[in-house]
């Protein structure tokens, strides 16, 4: 029995659920006594919950829909969410952080009233401290004709005007006003601590004493909606004045209809139910007659720390749609009573214990539960409680299952299954004794002709008794059953602890597991909707669904809110409640069916559940109830969901952006966010909704910024860094979870200023410096081309000048061999001779060569004519042999400029030694003629000559006649070359070189043969 208790914990779970409506709660239904406030759902915040501090001594709903509450260490609004808190270190105007009164103006401007520290008016986002006579501010209330009522400790009241404040006249002095009420007739009523109650008749600002009321302490005052003036006193309850009096024509007092004498709050709520706060009796709601009992009488209720109220003084009250009562306490907090989702039956209802482990609904409608204490209670009007076991043991009673005649049938784990009648006697018992094999029963059900299922565990498996607990047939041996359902073809369904589900078709079963698709092998529900689908809820396998298709599943991959499911039951909206370890939750079978990501709506605590954790392992431990609302059972009692009251729509959503902040300065959301560079924004919002705040979603987008939305889920705040420069737009839009909708929506400017280095200037600044930088580079790649051709050109005119000067010299030197050689036979002083000018043609060559490494090739002047100069070069070569040079020169000469006056001198120099070496020649002529434009040098041999063409095609491979073709082409100059094979060799060379307008004339040159 321990283990499989300990099983079972194991697989509790917990339920979140709704609270069914005020008028006509579940707890109503099954006739509980009739108490207003136990009906209601009630949440509570405290300091943990970010509340200031837990004396809420004032409560003020603004009409954007916040609300705004008073405590003894500051301001705070709330949105249902989250406390947003305003005191002296974070506002500009200087108060006291005592707040004991709030109202609202008709120009939207919030009053601050405080215990020392004055009046302080909100305008937007700026608090203000405004001039009053008296720091010690104990009432506000906001007239009909929109003026601003002030009381005060020490100095009576004062009423708004254009220029400020003017005191009330009539009062006694030093008055200490602790209220204000102000009837549908324009009366405004004032009541005070030791002076009684006094009013104020328009056209005139001066009270009058009202000596018909008590005298003594008034501290609170309503009107309400027929006229009547509520007095709340401290000591006396609450009287009653009729309009036409006013004469008390009532009065409620302690014990009898309230829990204390000591009033301190009221109000009316929108039903015409009376709230009285008081000290210390806690809470209490007077019920006028005809209003819920049909009496002629008034009705209370009351609810005070006993039955879950935050503390026993209540210091303010106030209404929010719909039918929301905020409830302020005095050192506990604020609480929250709402006709909400989901109610609850408890031990306050008078349940023994909580852990209840299987319920149903019998045939008369009262509500069964079998708890882990070993009791069976049985609602109907009062709780009545049976306890289950054998031999003096209580037993847990694990699953109840009504009986045709009004009673139940109750397993239990370890004594076996009990039949009781409708008074709760027990009329029959099973056990091993009585061959049930064994007596721990977990899953009860009712099979066709009024058979009855077990399935029992300690891997026993699955029995089926008659009427009279006769135990008939046996299945599923080895498995521990733990849930059961029948098909209207006669199948019957069994849901197994550690061997998956097992259907039973035409008397034979079949097996499904997670070798054959099953998402778990621990099965813990089983639901046939009326389409004969079978929904299966699994230990982490999440939920399953068994059709004419197969098996298919649905996960928290595919948006469960759990893997680990409980009970499942199906509302009449095509919604599965499904309850876990973790709460309760709805998916809607339609979404499930379609296929794809579905929208898995959670519900808890806050909205009236007795417990987060749902117990769940046996069956029956959820039953629908008649009137279409669901039970559950969980670790604390049983939660009812009427899903009735479940929003199937969406109401409508206030969303607001509340908070702006950039460099750790505040902006406002009115004015937008303006921004320097490089600034960071974060982003604030709320939307206003209380009772489902944790059921709304957002999401954000910076338009300009961004295309695509950012999905925030329930975060209520964005961060945005490295904004672009320029105006966009912040938007925001909430939706609820059960709705593909967005239906709220607000946004806020935001202007990002653009850094100089985003500007238009610094593009243009940055387009010029990478033109200037890529023009710089340019010139550098230029220069450096430049010296690189300049270093080549170097080296060929180095190579050229070793050519040209060393091979005329050699061309020289081999003609003066070719002598020495024909000569040394028969004449060898000749051959002598010839021998020394080969040898001063060998100093020569080495002479030029020293020269041509030194660098000395720079062009040099070459005397006073280019016709001697080349003469000059030419003639040693060809002294002593048959070759005969002529030069001669024409025109005007003129000084050459040395550059051009060198090439002339070397290509006159190669012509001449391409005339001695190729062509063979023995006469030579050299003619340079000078003209205006520029100067001729004409060589001209009688050698072998060569055809034309070949001279075109040795512009490159040689140094010959390209080294020609390159000197002339760098000169901007032409050269033509005239031959024919055995003709002779012409070569003309023309270079341009303007006449000098002044300069020395070369000598005349005569023309001298060679």
């Not at 520290?117 to 009909?144: I, M, Q, Y």
């Not at 006669?490 to 997670?514: F, I, Q």
């Not at 909707?529 to 599943?553: A, C, K, S, V």
């Not at 030194?854 to 070759?883: F, K, M, N």
Request: proline fraction near 5%.
């Amino acid at each position: 029995m321990c283990s499989r208790m300990k099983a079972m914990r194991r697989t509790t779970g917990t339920l979140v659920g709704l609270l069914a409506a005020a008028a006509a709660g579940p707890a109503e239904g099954l006739g509980l006594p009739q108490n207003r406030l136990a009906s209601l759902t009630r949440r509570a915040w405290t300091m943990d919950d970010g509340l200031p501090q837990n004396s809420v001594q004032a409560i003020q709903r603004t009409r954007d829909g916040y609300l705004w509450l008073g405590t003894e260490e500051g301001l705070a609004r709330f949105d249902g969410w989250r406390f947003t808190l305003f005191d002296p270190g974070n506002v500009a105007a200087r108060h006291d952080s005592n707040v004991v009164a709030l109202a609202e103006t008709p120009d939207g401007a919030l009053w601050i009233g405080t215990r020392w520290g004055g009046l302080v008016r909100r305008a937007g986002a700026r608090f203000e401290a405004v001039a009053l006579p008296s720091r010690h501010v104990t009432a506000l209330h906001a007239g009909r004709n929109g003026r601003l009522w002030v009381g005060t400790r020490d100095a009576g009241a004062f009423r708004q005007h254009r220029d400020g404040f003017a005191a009330v006249e009539g009062l006694p002095a030093g008055s200490h006003v602790t209220s204000f009420a102000e009837t549908p007739d324009g009366v405004l009523w004032l009541g005070t601590y030791g002076h009684g109650l006094f009013s104020v008749r328009a056209p005139s600002s001066t009270a009058e004493r009202i000596r018909r009321a008590e005298d003594g302490a008034v501290t609170a005052l309503l009107a309400d909606r027929s006229g009547r003036l509520w007095v709340g006193l401290w000591g006396g309850g609450v009287c009653v004045l009729e309009a036409e009096g006013p004469k008390c024509a009532r009065t409620y007092t302690a014990p009898r209809e309230l829990g204390s004498n000591m009033v301190s709050a009221l109000l009316e709520d929108s039903a015409g139910r009376m709230w009285v706060g008081s000290k210390p009796g806690g809470l209490t709601v007077l019920e006028p007659p005809g209003t819920q009992s049909r009496t002629r009488t008034s009705q209370t209720s009351r609810f005070s720390v006993r039955e879950g109220l935050s503390a026993e003084t209540v210091s303010s009250l106030a209404e929010s749609p719909p039918g929301m009562i905020w409830v302020g306490t005095l050192g506990g907090g604020l609480d929250l009573f709402h006709p909400g989702y989901v109610s609850a039956v408890t031990t306050r209802q008078g349940l023994p214990d909580g852990l209840v482990l299987g319920l149903c609904e019998g045939r008369d409608g009262s509500l069964w539960m079998g708890s882990a204490g070993g009791h069976l209670s049985r609602l109907k009007g009062r709780v009545s409680v049976r306890v289950l076991g054998r031999e003096g043991e209580r037993a847990p009673v694990s699953s109840v299952w009504p009986r045709p005649d009004g009673g139940v049938w109750a397993g239990t784990l370890g004594a076996g299954l009990f039949a009781l009648d409708a008074r709760g006697q027990v009329i029959g018992h099973l056990t091993r004794a009585q061959g049930l094999p064994s007596d721990h029963v977990l899953a009860l059900a009712e099979g066709t002709r009024g058979s009855l299922w077990i399935g029992l565990g300690q891997k026993a498996g699955l029995v089926v008794a008659g009427a009279g607990l006769d135990l008939r047939e046996r299945h599923l041996e080895g498995s521990t059953v733990i849930a059961l359902a029948f098909g209207k073809d006669g199948s019957a369904y069994a849901g197994t602890w550690s061997h998956g589900l097992a259907v039973l078709r035409e008397g034979r079963w079949k097996r499904y597991d997670p070798s054959n698709g099953l998402g778990s092998e621990t099965v813990h529900s089983l639901h046939l909707d009326g389409d004969g689908r079978l929904w299966i809820g699994t230990l982490g396998g999440g939920l399953n669904l068994l059709d004419g298709r197969g098996l298919r599943r649905w996960g928290t991959r595919e948006g469960l809110f759990s893997d680990k499911l409980g009970d499942i039951l199906e509302d009449d909206r095509g919604r599965l409640w499904i309850s876990t370890n973790r709460g309760l939750f709805y998916v809607r079978k339609d979404e499930l069916l379609r296929g794809g990501r579905v929208v898995s709506v959670p519900y808890g605590r806050e909205d009236g559940m007795p417990a987060t954790e749902c117990s769940f392992g046996a069956q029956p431990s959820s039953w629908r109830l008649r009137d279409a609302r669901l039970a559950f059972s969980t670790v604390s009692g049983v939660a009812i969901v009427d899903p009735a009251r479940v929003p199937h729509d969406s109401p409508p959503l206030r969303l607001h952006v509340d908070r702006l902040e950039s460099g750790g300065r505040e902006l406002s959301p009115e004015a937008g966010a303006a921004l320097s560079p490089g600034e960071s924004l974060s982003v604030g919002y709320a939307a206003i909704a209380f009772a489902d705040a944790a059921r709304v979603v957002f999401r954000h987008r910076l338009e300009g910024a961004q295309q695509d939305w950012v999905e925030a889920g329930r975060r209520r705040e964005a961060h945005y860094t490295h904004i672009p420069p320029g105006d966009h737009t912040l938007r925001v839009q909430a939706r609820y979870l059960w709705s593909s909708d967005w239906v709220a929506e607000a946004s806020v400017p935001v202007r990002m200023e653009a850094a100089f280095h985003q500007t238009a200037v610094f593009r243009f600044a940055c387009g010029l410096a990478v033109a200037l930088a890529a023009f710089g580079a340019h010139r550098v790649a230029v220069r450096r081309l430049r010296a690189r051709s300049a270093q080549l050109a170097e080296r060929n005119r180095f190579a050229q000048d070793i050519h040209d000067n060393l091979s005329q010299v050699m061309t020289g030197l081999a003609l003066q061999l070719d002598a020495v050689r024909e000569n040394l036979p028969g004449r060898p002083e000749a051959a002598r001779s010839y021998l020394d000018r080969a040898e001063q043609l060998a100093q020569m060559a080495i002479e030029q060569a020293r020269r041509t490494i030194r660098g000395l090739h720079a062009p040099q002047g070459r005397g006073p004519s280019l016709a001697r100069a080349l003469r000059d070069s030419i003639q040693p070569l060809v002294d002593g042999t048959p070759v005969h040079v002529a030069t001669k020169e024409l025109g005007d000469p003129f000084p050459l400029p040395p550059e051009i006056e060198d090439e002339m001198f070397h290509i006159g120099q190669e012509a001449v030694s391409n005339a001695l070496r190729h062509g063979g020649a023995r006469k030579i002529e050299i003619t340079v003629r000078y003209e205006g434009g520029g100067v001729h040098v004409q060589v001209a041999d009688d050698g072998r000559g060569f055809e034309p063409a070949s001279a075109d095609a040795a512009r490159s491979p040689g140094l010959g006649l390209s080294g020609m073709w390159r000197r002339v082409e760098e000169q901007r100059g032409t050269l033509r070359i005239e031959s024919r094979p055995g003709g002779g060799t012409t070569v003309d060379v023309f270079v341009p070189c303007p006449k000098p307008l002044f300069g020395r004339r070369s000598p005349a040159e005569p023309n001298t043969p060679g």
